[in-house]
């Protein structure tokens, strides 16, 4: 009759997005999914759904695991509409200790395909609010998910692992912000079509560029992509005037020898009045000659530079995991020594205590009348409190195990009865700090 | 008077340095915050200190050298904590503090005792308006140069492509460093214009000139003509960035070898000399 949190499903490492795609929910299809899903598989006691880009899971509560997973990847398989063979070797399945790790590695990015990113904690935080809204959350989920928010919130405060850029897109934005206040009111130059230097325009565009000139051999290819990105195209026979304008410079051209050297951009360096600029060099062979990084407030970074300082982010992020798996463990530990502590011979315990400890308290508050009587009739006064409290006992512990053995959710009723002769527990006691910023990461 | 305010705005101005020098890192702005606690603990030490002594004196207590030192580390304390809070500008605080620091313990060396109170001809309430003014120039100034040396850090590890980790987001931008240092040049070159005026009124109102050609005057209006100079540079030849805050540190060098050079020497009216 042990209840444990149980998690099955595919993420990114074990399932291409193939089969991720043809298993996922969307937002508002959740809920009635955990309502079919709880007539589907009712040996899962309680469930939520995760269903992201990243990753399709259930997460629940069961007695009997393989029972429950069966069940559920059954319904799955039908819910969906896809044959239960094709996605089966790539399911994963956790119980107990593991489940809760698991969760707690997910809440704290570090499962994610970009470990660190975001996202997931406000994910998370609509998968447990649809399981709550579809009354399929209970006492255990309740406490699994609350421990998951402040695990990530702790992991987010005590690591730097969402912190730093990773892609070279991300680099350039954040080498960007280091000379730049703010980009609106800057203007970017792109210079060639490549891929990569594409992306990083878009990524800057993102960032609130409200300028962007886009330049290319071909004119008419730099019409499509200054169009595609929201951009002006400018003729690259006289791009000159515009380098004037540009704040930051990207070059992705093909080039035998660099397009801007030392003694055609010093003119133009003079002509901006020596305003800071930031030259990215995609190109291979280079666009920019590397001199142009000794001019004063001109800054250039070339893909292998841009690459070196993405690569001393991943490695600091690397750092930075190691720490957060040591927080995940030693929750990890408070949150099994919880689990262990629920059931009925704890709860019990735990009620007799505090009913035998309100006698003594009635006794003590009487201690001087007490003394004032005759000692048999002292005696008498002790036995009749003593019969009362141990009567009392005897009809809930006698209602509390009968239910527990005919029942499946005697552990709801001990909790249920705890709370009420034992006043509120530990469990609601850290739930308001978890809820403080629910919204900050999405 | 008594010494224990001096050592107890050092001891504050000591740990919030302490406090910055470790909180340098992006994971640590805790230790960062408990620095500027520390910053404006002490500042608040020197403000009580300034008004039990200005009760004493009747006025500005600034009759010494190192009687006024406190009253310049509170103001670079004071323009430190608003750049720290109202720009976002916690780097600061490891030059700010250290500075506050230095200074509080050259007060504590060179003593806040002597004369007190200023000979009769010169009790004016032109004492506070000229000092209060000059001060305010010279702790912008302090804090231009140490923005700039931040700036010249910071510049160099970008250039030298060894940027700091990318999303610290408390280290705030070559621009912003560069307007910051801007601004403080901007007002501080205000203040010492105010100052000089406010001087010559307060000479002219005493001893019947403006202007008496003492060093400490002379001095001034080298360094005011610098700093013009720095601020017409940047805004006719745009000169900006990296060469704009060498520049800053290299005139305020000037500034304070003047300043300390003449306040040392106890020359002139401002050297405490007024007999």
Known sequence: ?442 | MNPIWIAIALACYAVSSGCFFFGRGPDRSRIANWGTAMLAAGAAVNVLDLIARGLQAGNLPVATFGQSLPFLAMLVAVIGLVLIVRRGLPAIGIFVAPVAAVASAAAAILGTRGRLVLPAPLRSGWLPVHVTLAFLGYAMFLLAAGVSLLYLTYEARLKAKRPLPAASERVPSLETLDRINYHLLGWGFVMLSLAIVSGAIWADATWGRFWSWEPQESWSLVTWLLYAALLESRLTVGWRGKRAAALTIAVFTVLAGSFLGLSLMHSGHHGGNFD
């Open chain 1, 1 to 442: 009759m042990d209840h444990r949190l149980v998690i099955l499903g595919v993420n990114h490492r074990t399932a291409p997005v193939k089969v991720r795609e043809r298993l996922a929910y969307a937002e508002d299809e959740i809920v009635p999914a955990l309502s079919r899903l709880k007539l589907a598989a009712p040996a899962m006691l309680e469930a939520a759904l995760i269903s992201t880009c990243n990753r399709v899971e259930i997460v629940g509560v069961a007695t009997d695991f393989p029972a429950a997973a069966e069940a559920a990847l059954g319904f799955l398989a039908g819910d969906r509409g896809v044959a239960a063979e094709s996605f089966a070797p790539a399911v994963y399945r956790f119980a107990g200790r593991d489940a809760a790790r698991h969760l707690f590695r997910v809440g704290a990015s570090l499962d994610s395909m970009v470990v660190g990113e975001p996202q997931i904690f406000g994910q998370l935080k609509l998968a447990y609010a649809q399981a709550v809204e579809a009354g399929a959350a209970g006492l255990i989920l309740h406490r699994a998910f609350h421990r998951t928010f402040s695990v990530a919130k702790r992991v987010r405060r005590a690591t730097l692992i969402g912190h730093g850029a990773v892609s070279i897109g991300s680099v350039a934005v954040a080498l960007a912000a280091q000379i730049f206040d703010t980009l609106a009111d800057k203007t970017i130059l792109l210079m060639g079509a490549g891929q990569v230097a594409e992306l990083v325009a878009r990524q800057l565009k993102r960032r609130g560029v409200e300028a962007l000139l886009v330049t290319n051999r071909t004119f008419d290819r730099a019409v499509a992509i200054a169009r595609e990105l929201g951009g002006t195209a400018v003729p690259f026979d006289n791009y000159r005037p515009y380098l004037k304008l540009a704040e930051v410079v990207i070059g992705s051209m093909s080039v035998e020898r660099p397009l801007l050297t030392a003694e055609n951009f010093e003119p133009i360096v003079r002509e901006r009045h020596y305003r800071p600029m930031f030259l990215i060099d995609l190109g291979v062979p280079r666009n920019f000659d590397e001199r142009l990084n000794s001019f004063e407030n001109v800054y250039l970074y070339d893909i292998d530079d841009l690459g070196q300082v993405a690569h001393q982010t991943r490695s600091s992020r690397e750092r930075e995991a190691e720490k957060a798996e040591a927080i995940v463990n030693q929750e990890l530990e408070a949150f099994d020594r919880w689990l262990g502590e629920l059931g009925l011979v704890p709860a019990i315990k735990e009620i007799r205590l505090s009913i035998e400890q309100l006698r003594d308290y009635e006794l003590s508050r009487h201690r001087a009348w007490l003394a004032g009587l005759a000692p048999g009739e002292q005696v008498r006064v002790e036995a009749l409190t003593r019969g009362l409290v141990n009567k009392l006992l005897h009809r809930v512990l006698a209602g509390l195990r009968s239910n527990g053995q005919v029942v499946g959710d005697g552990l709801y009723t001990a909790e249920l009865a705890r709370r009420l002769l034992c006043g509120e527990p530990e469990l609601d006691a850290e739930s308001d700090e978890d809820d403080d910023d629910s919204d900050d990461s999405i």
